[in-house]
């Protein structure tokens, strides 16, 4: 018996499954990390002038850090789910599909790494 040269060619069943599980669990998950970051301003509301102007420096620079990241996040599951639905790309689009909700938690980790919180 010979091995079946086209093998990865042939349609993947079930493709859609890893970009839409990704899909559910990265969309609120952002939408709840751009909650978070969209709100953190309010943190420093009662700073005094220096605290306020080190928080708005750090701020700015961590909130272009992390509408980045949403941008990469959202180019992620739009690549998931662009993929030929072959074999071959099964590995491809599972490693697109951890990945997307991995990177949103990485990005809300390093915005609040980069912001100068008041103490």
């Known amino acids: ?17 890893a970009p839409l599980v990704s ?8 939408l ?6 969209g709100l953190s301003p ?7 002038t220096e605290a306020a102007q080190a928080f708005d420096a ?14 990469v996040v959202l ?3 739009v690549w998931c789910w662009a993929l030929p639905w072959r074999a071959r790309n099964t590995a491809r689009r599972v490693g697109l599909a951890i990945a ?3 990177l949103v938690v990485l990005d809300t980790v390093v915005f609040s790494a980069l912001v ?4």
């Open 1 to 17: 018996m010979t091995e079946n040269p086209f093998a990865g060619d042939a349609p993947a069943r079930r493709a859609f499954v």
């Open 23 to 30: 899909t559910l669990l990265t969309l609120p998950l952002a």
């Open 32 to 37: 709840a990390a751009l909650g978070f970051a």
């Open 42 to 48: 309010m943190a420093c509301d009662a700073c005094d």
């Open 58 to 71: 750090s701020f700015q620079t961590a909130w272009t850090v992390f509408a980045a990241g949403l941008v």
């Open 75 to 77: 180019v992620l599951l």
């Open 100 to 102: 997307a909700p991995g």
């Open 116 to 119: 100068d919180w008041p103490r």
